[in-house]
């Protein structure tokens, strides 16, 4: 069992957490939401002792933690160098390779470096080192970001079946409904529990709005009644008695009003995203002749062939290595293909969003990066930034001091300050809240252009409403 009490952790100013307390254990199964910032990932890395406490305590008995952050990095080693190095005796490997088969992770070559890996084949490893330390309970944060289709459906049965705690921090709210029985909802630096899962909770905390906010208004009717009984007993012609009346009054106003205020619920939400587009429906968008690409004698994909015109809204999918960003990245002219000819429509305005953002200075502060990068008038920047949820507070603040959440919604804030014909995106909901997260859901299901998106969250695609499917597997693409 973990238990904390009276937890606070400050950084700079105001407390992240304040005297947030709680219990976990008995193999639940826990999803963490919250708004970017609110201190999900602060909460896990205090668990974890990789972060000390302000003020409070928090105590471990017989409990073992296994933690998956959501930013990790590997040492420059061969794949099969490093999963040996995690094996304390020569007989795991039997469980490494059970890991490795159940995680679908056998699509490596073990002398291939690790840093070749793609991003969710990392993710992948990263798990197989912290599973086979067998820990008790098991942390951590945002486990799908890079994990394909088929590894999240096996993950979500993995987890469901774990007998052991399981505490996770996640934006997808498909995957939060497959998996836990308990949601904890960090807001205003406490944890509000809801038991049940995501849609369970949604549900639940709309009836907790409402009794709020009625709880509030019931405040406000009190409220005048005793000012207007101040007001009346002023009125009072015998002195004596209008003193006692007016000093009763005022110690009720206290008790009954100061002292136990109430506020309207209110949500901060990042504002509507809308991109304009006049290219005409059918107008030819992006083609592939006969593209291959290789690196080395690794052969990612070879001779693909699609278009996609104006207007149509295109899912490309498939598992982690199979070459999705590779695609995106050579429309781009980020990579050069092996062989094969790609057209790009003419006259079209392109936008792209990358998995990595690699356009964002981090050593410069919000507003400076956000200028250069695009091009904004200075007395403008901040008033496009303030729809993002950026105050005048945050806009000399360096970036690196950003939490992985407030990067991305960041980065989709230089993405969305121009129009485009053609949205290139990939994987654009990693690391958003969910609330934002069906922000660009809104957007991109109104946008009239056309749509090229990679993406492993089911319940973003659905909502947006594809009309196109192409499933990237072994070298090929297939279309539905």
Same mark, same amino acid.
């Given at each position: 069992m973990i238990s904390g009490k009276n937890i606070t952790k400050t950084y700079i100013g105001d407390p992240v957490l304040e005297n947030l307390e709680f219990t976990m254990g008995n193999n639940h199964k826990i999803g963490i939401v919250g708004r970017n910032g609110c201190g999900k990932t602060t909460l896990l890395k205090l668990i974890a002792k990789e972060e000390d406490l302000t003020s409070g305590t928090i105590t471990i008995e017989d409990e073992s933690i296994g933690y998956i952050p959501q930013e990790f990095s590997f040492p420059d080693q061969m794949v099969g160098e490093y999963i040996e190095s995690l094996l304390d005796e020569e007989w795991e490997i039997y469980?490494?390779?059970? %890991?490795?088969?159940? #995680?679908?992770?056998?699509?490596?070559?073990?002398?291939?470096?690790? $840093? +070749? #890996?793609?991003?969710?084949? $990392?993710? $992948? #490893? $990263?798990?197989?080192?912290?599973? %086979?330390?067998?820990?008790?309970? %098991?942390?951590?944060?945002?486990? +799908? =970001?890079?994990?394909?289709?088929?590894?999240?459906?096996?993950?979500?049965?993995?987890?469901?079946?774990?007998?052991?705690?399981?505490?996770?921090?996640?934006?997808?709210?498909?995957?939060? =409904? =497959? +998996?836990?029985?308990?949601?904890?909802?960090?807001?205003n630096k406490k944890i509000i529990r809801f038991v049940g899962d995501y849609d369970n909770y949604r549900e639940e905390k709309l009836k907790l709005i409402g009794k709020w906010n009625q709880e509030y208004i019931e405040f406000l009717k009190k409220k005048s009644q005793l000012e207007k009984l101040l007001e009346n007993v002023h009125k009072i012609k015998d002195g004596k008695k209008r003193g006692k009346a007016i000093s009763s009054a005022k110690k009720r106003i206290e008790r009954e009003v100061t002292g136990s205020a109430k506020e309207r619920y209110t949500t901060k939400k990042m504002a509507k995203v809308n991109f304009a587009s006049d290219v005409s429906k059918h107008k030819l968008m992006i083609r592939f002749d006969s593209v291959s690409k290789s690196y080395g004698k690794n052969e990612v994909f070879k001779n693909l062939s699609f278009e996609v015109r104006g207007g149509e809204k295109v899912w490309l999918f498939g598992p982690n290595g199979a070459g999705k960003s590779t695609m995106v990245k050579l429309i781009m002219g980020e990579e050069k293909m092996s062989s094969g000819e790609i057209t790009l429509g003419v006259n079209i305005k392109v936008g792209y969003f990358a998995q990595k953002q690699t356009n964002i200075d981090s050593s410069k502060d919000l507003l400076t990066n956000f200028l250069e990068s695009t091009g904004c008038d200075y007395d403008k920047g901040f008033g496009f930034l303030r729809k993002y949820m950026f105050e005048k507070d945050d806009l000399k603040r360096p970036i690196k001091f950003l939490s992985p959440g407030q990067r991305a919604r960041y980065a989709f804030a230089i993405f969305a300050y121009k129009d485009y014909d053609l949205l290139i995106l990939d994987e654009p909901t990693n690391h958003l809240d969910i609330d934002t997260t069906e922000i660009i859901e809104e957007s991109l299901r109104n946008f009239r252009g056309t749509l090229f998106l990679v993406s492993h969250d089911r319940f973003f695609v659905e909502r947006i409403g594809m009309t196109k499917v192409v499933n990237l597997v072994d070298g090929s693409l297939r279309e539905y």
């Open positions: 469980r490494a390779e059970i %890991l490795i088969k159940q #995680l679908k992770f056998d699509n490596y070559d073990p002398y291939q470096e690790i $840093k +070749t #890996l793609s991003e969710g084949q $990392k993710m $992948k #490893l $990263k798990m197989i080192e912290v599973l %086979l330390q067998d820990p008790t309970i %098991l942390m951590i944060d945002e486990p +799908t =970001n890079h994990l394909d289709i088929e590894g999240i459906f096996w993950f979500e049965k993995y987890i469901k079946h774990l007998p052991k705690t399981v505490v996770m921090i996640s934006h997808d709210r498909e995957f939060l =409904n =497959n +998996t836990v029985d308990e949601i904890w909802e960090i807001e």
